[in-house]
């Protein structure tokens, strides 16, 4: 799918990651490619509120890793992450592997923040998280932002775990974010502590990863044959299951 240029590009892809509009096979996989475009300009540089950008090299093999991403809940480190449902999930006839889930977040306002906005805010926050997993070029890509006080603040994130080639027990983790806020003259604080939450949250979320991945190396520590029959089921149905929904 050729990437889209110019205006035509940003408005179509904000509209389906605001919106969360998108609702078929084409959308979510425009949705995941053309966001970082939209949201960047010719010159490299983010166009509109804070930009996070971080590398991490993960020291297990992709396929632990895809197990793991969707083991990952509930975990010590992530509490703040009360429930998670699948909206639906599909594989496509060139074999990628689509998911839409929703995540239901705690959303514990700073004590600044509580004096200016209405005693009423729902203190949850709805995250949508849509993802790609490519097991051909072993890529799993992530694409999550709220539903909900999104004038307040919105939160887009984008991963990508990569498998490394020349590097098979290791994966590597490209993760992006970009932060925003609608609201006048208090835009600019309520970014900065969207990015400081953000920094700390991402660090929570790779621990709880790792937690997930331990819990897996575990588990094959005690029955050996276990994961190579469990990765040999998920390659199996990723070539035959049919085309499903859940609502």
Avoid at 35 to 63: H, P
Avoid at 72 to 84: A, F, G, I, K, M
Avoid at 131 to 159: F, P, Q, Y
Wanted: hydrophobic share 35%; proline share 4%; charged share 25%.
């Amino acid at each position: 799918m050729k990437m889209m240029k110019g205006a035509h590009a940003y408005s179509r892809a904000r509209a389906r990651t605001e919106g969360g509009n998108a609702t078929d096979v084409g959308d979510v996989l425009a949705e995941l490619q053309d966001y970082r475009l939209c949201q960047r300009g010719s010159s490299g540089l983010v166009m509109m509120g804070k930009y996070f950008f971080s590398e991490t090299d993960i020291k297990s093999a992709w396929d632990q890793v895809l197990t793991a991403f969707w083991q990952r809940y509930p975990n010590p480190y992530s509490t703040h992450v009360l429930t998670e449902d699948v909206l639906f999930r599909e594989v496509t006839p060139d074999n990628l592997l689509l998911s839409r889930r929703l995540l239901t977040k705690t959303n514990r306002l700073p004590r600044w923040a509580e004096r200016v906005f209405p005693g009423n805010l729902s203190r949850s926050v709805y995250v949508i998280e849509d993802s790609v997993v490519d097991l051909g070029n072993r890529s799993l890509t992530t694409l999550t932002w709220n539903i909900n006080h999104a004038k307040v603040m919105r939160v887009v994130e984008r991963c990508v775990f990569a498998g490394e080639q020349d590097r098979p027990v290791w994966t590597r983790l490209t993760r992006e974010a970009w932060i925003s806020s609608g609201v006048f003259g208090l835009s600019r604080p309520i970014q900065e502590f969207g990015l400081a939450r953000f920094r700390s949250n991402q660090v929570k979320a790779m621990k709880g990863l790792e937690h997930a991945l331990s819990n897996l190396q575990k588990a094959s520590a005690v029955c050996p044959g276990d994961s190579a029959e469990k990765h040999k089921n998920l390659n199996s149905a990723s070539k035959t299951q049919k085309p499903q929904q859940y609502i």
